[in-house]
């Protein structure tokens, strides 16, 4: 079985940063793609970077230059780096990877951006 489990979620002020983490197991990590989403209430679940086994990375608009993902193929972890956070990058965030055609979710850890 696939198991996400993210942390490192809370509340920030507006520009401050966080650093949430997801540990897999069940998986040869290595060799998937890994993504972070967040959904914010009201509103769909949306893609916000994923990175390859090789480490490729990608991103949404609306979090380019501030977000970088990582991975350490080693500890089954992916990171995600959150700096200059804004009111609107307010949602849960959840870890999820596709493996044998099933999309495998966290639980999320919450992020709240608010002065």
């Known amino acids: 079985q696939v198991y996400l489990v993210e942390s490192g979620g809370g509340l920030v002020q507006p520009g401050g940063s966080l650093r949430l983490s997801c540990r897999a197991s069940?998986?040869?990590?290595?060799?998937?793609?890994m993504n972070w989403y967040r959904q914010a209430t009201g509103t769909q679940r949306e893609l916000v970077a994923n990175?390859?086994?090789?480490?490729?990375?990608s991103y949404a608009d609306s979090v380019k230059g501030r977000f970088t993902i990582s991975r350490n193929n080693v500890r089954n972890t992916v990171s995600l780096q959150l700096n200059s956070l804004k009111p609107e990058d307010t949602a849960t965030y959840y870890c999820?990877?596709?493996?044998?055609?099933?999309?495998?979710w966290g639980r999320g850890t919450k992020v709240t951006v608010s002065s």
């Open positions: 999820n990877v596709q493996a044998s055609r099933t999309p495998f």
């Open positions: 069940g998986i040869n990590f290595r060799l998937y793609t």
């Open positions: 990175i390859t086994g090789g480490g490729s990375t």
